[in-house]
């Protein structure tokens, strides 16, 4: 980090050849002396440009100053020179250590910000706007500050760096000043700018009654887009969440519309598809670590597989003896839960797993102050759309997805018809299980893989299809999206367990108005 900064400091003095030389006072002036009369002198050189000053300040940060006399020097591995001219010298066995407080630490590292504010690097600008934002600014930096809003072309740095400036005059002496701060600071959207001025019309920090009026106006004025960044941040979590649950429900929904199948077993499905992402994360970060980035490409398709096969598997094996008999076939798969819950433990522990995102799926875009949108999160709503486009045209469009309509709506008359009914069950059980891995690998990527991954999602995937209407994608959709964002509403205003609860009651009451869910199935069938 220092090398970088040192290198940061060295680009500074190359583009500073119109500016003025750091004298030997000043560098004294900075080191030595009252706290009060150090940071004036270190804001002075600032504004004037001094071309060592940057070189210097990070001395002083990093504690290589030195003082003998009315020198000032600089010890860096082991080599002594001059803070002012940057010549040789010999240290002194007088000299002594220049120590700093943190109020002078504090207007040091502003400085420095302040300095690389200039830079010609978009890059180090934004992280200096950054590093300025944190730090205690007051008017003595206000020429620098000014002096960099001047220079600045980016859009959003120059916005940020008013905000700084409006920031600085809020506590200007100039009661005209502090009224133009107040106004320009009631654009603004961040959460830190709302700190300002809370604490600022705390006891006793304005006596005027003008100032304080727009101050409190302008306070408001930031609460209320915070407000909208929170409840923004709401819609986007619940629509993450019923993306999640749409994951879950849609494989649900062609097993269920179907063959009327209460499979307990579909979190488990999902649990696989978890545990297979995590078995090809290992595999290449043990094989092809170099590009570890991309192992999320292999997993997608290899939790479809594997959960589609255990879905086939148990559909021949236990499932087809039980078609027709509901309680017998929800005992059965909430039996079959518990195996694969077991077996799970057995070969991975009983203890979550870890499973790591890809590096461009680690951290989020920041929509407002207040708001960032991760892109895990956007990738699962992403692939969840895509999930549910690939179902709907394989329903639509192919020869499976003519067999799966027909025998959902009149099972006997598409047997007669010579569709091989048993053959569907099996394929369009599968396929339901491999959405379900599907679900499993996009929950691997925000949350824990454990052997209980399942048990979260299972009711409210019911709940889902249920709502939505058996066997209707549309309702799948609506009922997911839907239930996601009121759930996340509502824990907002009522906590995480009374919103269930209301949420519960919500779709019993819905149920009882509408049996058939939001959307009911048409046309013609052998038990109507």
Not at 226 to 231: F, K, M, T, V
Request: one cysteine or more.
């Amino acid at each position: 980090m220092r090398t970088l900064l040192r290198a940061c400091c060295a680009a500074l003095l190359l583009l500073a050849g119109t500016a003025h030389a750091l004298t030997s006072q000043q560098t004294l002036a900075i080191a030595a002396g009252d706290n009060d009369a150090r940071i004036a002198a270190l804001n002075a050189a600032a504004a004037g440009g001094d071309a060592r000053l940057a070189a210097f300040v990070q001395a002083l940060l990093d504690d290589e100053v030195k003082v003998a006399g009315d020198k000032v020097l600089i010890v860096h591995d082991g080599k002594t020179t001059d803070a002012a001219s940057g010549a040789e010298a010999t240290l002194p066995e007088s000299a002594e250590d220049v120590s700093n407080n943190n109020r002078v630490r504090g207007a040091l590292e502003a400085v420095l910000a302040s300095l690389r504010v200039l830079s010609p690097d978009l890059a180090v600008r934004s992280v200096a706007v950054a590093d300025l934002t944190k730090a205690s600014l007051d008017e003595g930096q206000l020429p620098l500050v000014e002096k960099a809003l001047a220079a600045e072309t980016d859009p959003a740095l120059k916005d940020r760096l008013m905000r700084m400036r409006a920031t600085i005059l809020i506590s200007s002496s100039s009661r005209d000043k502090r009224l133009a701060a107040a106004k320009e600071l009631a654009s603004s959207s961040q959460s830190i700018v709302a700190s300002l001025l809370q604490e600022r019309l705390a006891a006793g920090g304005e006596s005027d009654a003008d100032v304080r009026a727009a101050l409190q106006q302008a306070l408001d004025n930031v609460r209320g887009r915070l407000a909208w960044g929170e409840r923004l941040g709401v819609v986007f979590t619940g629509l993450s969440l019923g993306s999640v649950l749409l994951l879950v429900a849609l494989g649900l929904a062609i097993t269920y519309g179907l063959m009327g199948v209460i499979n307990m077993a579909h979190g488990e499905l999902m649990m696989i598809g978890a545990y297979t992402t995590y078995v090809v994360q290992n595999l290449f970060r043990s094989y092809a670590p170099g590009v570890f980035d991309v192992y999320i490409v292999a997993a997608i398709p290899a939790a479809f597989l594997v959960s589609a096969g255990v879905g086939a598997v148990l559909e021949r094996g236990i499932i087809r003896f039980l078609y027709g008999r509901p309680l017998e076939t929800l005992l059965a798969t909430w039996g079959i839960s518990l195996v694969l819950q077991q077996a799970v433990r057995s070969l991975f522990g009983a203890q979550n797993v870890l499973v790591e995102n890809p590096g461009w799926l680690s951290g989020g875009v920041e929509a407002m102050s207040n708001l960032v949108l991760p892109y895990n999160r956007i990738a699962i709503i992403a692939f969840s759309m895509l999930v549910l486009g690939g179902v709907a045209l394989l329903i639509a469009k192919t020869r499976l997805g003519l067999f799966v309509r027909g025998v959902t709506q009149n099972r006997r008359m598409a047997s007669c018809v010579g569709v091989d009914t048993a053959r569907v069950d099996t394929v369009a059980f599968a396929f339901g299980a491999g959405i379900a891995g599907l679900a499993g690998c996009a929950l691997s990527q925000i949350g824990n893989v454990g052997p209980d991954l399942g048990q979260s999602y299972i009711v409210d995937s019911f709940l889902v299809v249920v709502v939505g209407g058996v066997g209707q994608l549309a309702g799948t959709v609506v009922a997911a999206l839907g239930l996601g964002v009121l759930n996340k509403f509502l824990e907002g205003m009522a906590g995480a367990v009374l919103a269930k609860i209301m949420v519960l009651v919500f779709i019993v009451i819905f149920i009882q108005r509408k049996p058939s869910g939001l959307f009911a199935m048409k046309g013609r069938s052998a038990e109507a």
